[in-house]
């Protein structure tokens, strides 16, 4: 609730049962490893570190906002540098400056269809408000002894490092792989944020462009139990591996994507959150609901899934369906309920450079 509203008014409740989903995640997680977890105070992290807050149609962290269109409303985010010349190609207008005025008289004359059409041909990360439906159920069964297992993590921001680091709380060992040309962004963010994802976490940096980069890629899929990603599978067999491959040699592979591994289209926490429906309303129109939740919720999910799969899985997480499945007529809490700011969580440990631990891993592969 504190991170949903109008920043000059009351916080709002949110629609859903967002909290009380990562509750049960967070209960299944430590009844299957040990390791307790506030899950509803985990959904609000970041905005702790970083001291966003509440905006109304704008994020807490300002890169998305909610505009009208000719039948509705859409979430627009502008995050990555190329993103205004992205938004530029898709309105058929040179970007100059602000983005959110071309983008704002564009929409106003499209339908959410348009929109959704042209987002997903050129990577934008946008799309309609729309009620999304889905019945998300994480794997049930007996739970994994995560313990010394080995998690290859090749996702970045926040869903995927969040499940990376549960599991390494629950005695996983994690292997963080980036590359040269696109490093983790978060790390350009809070570094203490950052931090808590990834203290004790080893550091690989590896160039799949170059044979041998690619070598070491697969060297480290095939060494590992688990294996955390956020790509497209196009992206995935430019780097020379192939999931399903993987996943036939025993592997339990975590694909975490915005619609779905099927689905080309691309998005992040608060823009995939609003366009599955997880928005609130007052008399001026919709607002977000907490910082990037789609983010934490997935990462939480994704973790008890591994901590109840069997080697030899693939774990398809989509963000927005993991959303949807929150959306139900029941809601968290009401209004009589004690508004909790964000509160930071300890943070022990350090995080390691880009690439400091590239020549130690590829000893131990030998490679």
């Known amino acids: 609730m504190a991170l949903t509203g109008r920043a000059a008014g009351p916080p709002v409740v949110p629609p859903g049962r967002a909290a009380s989903v990562a509750t049960a995640m967070a209960d299944q997680f430590a009844a299957a490893t ?18 966003n807050r509440r905006r109304g149609s704008v994020s807490p962290g300002g890169s998305c906002r909610l505009l009208s269109t ?15 010349a992205l938004l530029g190609a898709l309105v058929g207008e040179e970007v100059r400056g602000d983005p959110w005025p071309v983008a704002a008289e564009w929409l106003r004359s499209h339908t959410g269809a348009e929109l959704a059409e042209r987002a997903e041909l050129l990577g934008v990360a946008a799309g309609p408000v729309t009620r999304r439906v889905a019945d998300f159920t994480v794997v049930k069964g007996k739970p994994r002894d995560l313990r010394g297992l080995l998690v290859v993590d090749f996702s970045a921001l926040w869903a995927g490092p969040l499940c990376a680091r549960l599991l390494g709380l629950a005695g ?50 095939t060494a590992a139990d688990v294996v955390i990603e956020a790509s497209r599978p196009r992206a995935l067999a430019g780097f020379g591996l192939d999931a399903r ?34 928005v609130a309303y007052d008399d001026a129109g919709p607002m977000f609901c907490g910082d990037a939740i789609a983010d934490p919720l997935t990462g939480l999910t994704a973790a008890a899934m ?12 989509s963000m927005a369906d993991v959303v949807a499945a929150t959306l139900t007529d029941e809601q968290s809490a009401d209004g009589t309920v004690p508004v909790v700011e964000p509160q930071r969580p300890p943070v022990n440990g350090y995080a390691a450079r880009i690439g400091e631990h590239t020549a130690e891993v590829l000893a131990e592969l030998r490679v």
Do not use: Q
Not at 36 to 51: V, W
Not at 70 to 84: L, M, Y
Not at 194 to 220: F, I, N, W
């Open 34 to 51: 040990g390791v307790r977890l506030d899950g509803a105070r985990l959904l609000s992290e970041r905005a702790a570190f970083t001291g």
């Open 70 to 84: 000719v039948d509705g409303w859409a979430a627009v985010s502008v995050a990555r540098p190329d993103d205004p």
């Open 172 to 221: 996983a060992r994690v292997v963080k792989v980036e590359t040269p040309w696109r490093p983790d962004g978060a790390r350009a963010g809070n570094p203490d944020f950052y931090r808590l994802l990834h203290a004790g976490h080893r550091s690989v940096c590896l160039d799949p462009l170059d044979a041998s980069g690619r070598t070491a890629m697969a060297a480290l899929v």
């Open 245 to 278: 491959a993987a996943v036939a040699a025993g592997k339990t592979w975590v694909t975490i994507t915005a619609y779905g591994r099927g689905s080309n289209r691309v998005g992040f926490g608060d823009d995939v959150a609003a366009a599955s429906g997880l």
């Open 306 to 317: 591994v901590a109840y799969a069997p080697a030899g899985v693939m774990l398809d997480v």
